[in-house]
């Protein structure tokens, strides 16, 4: 936040920033970062009300908020639903805004710092890259999940464990039933019309796909 601005007059002809009209010799003039304002052309870029010596909030553009458009204005973190009012730390992910703090790790509750990678659960959670077991591959930037190995799922007959016990739907959670095929990755079993990548919904009985979190997703969508 700034306050407002100075209003020392140059000695050579001058012009204001805003409506490009000289100033005459009776003219009130504002100066902030050695630009020339009239009074009522230094104005909140939303409201429109007057600056001239009020604090204000610099934005892009060469335009300026009062403090009560900057609160107004502001985004909200979609973790504590706070505002997040100009100059606190803070980033933006997927068009989802979050106080720096608040962006944190589900499984260790450590704040991710800014700069440093993450993997995104697909569920609104995030997970360090410490906490996290599934990273294999090369990252694509700092506000970017990782990404992770393909893996071939394979189609297979029904089997119980040894105490009778017939496999869980990773996806749906309901038993799959011994008289039918199931898609198995690894070592989580899914009905056939289960095996679906989260985003797309192709089904991936022959397409390389991986765990995302507790979302399934083929290599395309990864």
Not at 155 to 161: A, G, H, K, L
């Amino acid at each position: 936040m700034s306050t407002g601005p100075t209003a020392n007059r140059p000695l050579t002809k001058t012009f204001c920033a805003t409506c490009q009209q000289a100033f005459t010799p009776r003219d009130a003039m504002q100066i902030y970062q050695e630009r020339y304002y009239h009074p009522h052309c230094f104005c909140c870029s939303s409201c429109g009300n007057t600056l001239a010596g009020k604090p204000f909030y610099p934005k892009p553009n060469n335009q300026f908020q009062c403090e009560t458009c900057n609160h107004a204005l502001a985004p909200t973190c979609c973790v504590c639903n706070q505002k997040i009012q100009s100059g606190t730390a803070a980033k933006r992910y997927q068009d989802r805004h979050y106080h720096s703090g608040c962006f944190r790790c589900c499984k260790c509750n450590a704040v991710v710092p800014d700069g440093h990678n993450f993997v995104d659960m697909l569920d609104g959670r995030f997970q360090c890259l410490t906490c996290s077991h599934h990273i294999t591959g090369s990252y694509q930037g700092k506000e970017h999940a990782p990404h992770l190995e393909s893996t071939l799922g394979e189609i297979v007959p029904v089997q119980c464990d040894q105490a009778g016990r017939i496999p869980i739907c990773d996806k749906c959670a309901r038993p799959v039933s011994g008289d039918e095929d199931a898609f198995k990755l690894e070592t989580r079993y899914y009905h056939l019309e289960c095996a679906r990548c989260n985003r797309c919904r192709k089904k991936l009985l022959r397409v390389p796909c991986r765990k995302l979190g507790s979302a399934l997703v083929c290599h395309t969508c990864s």
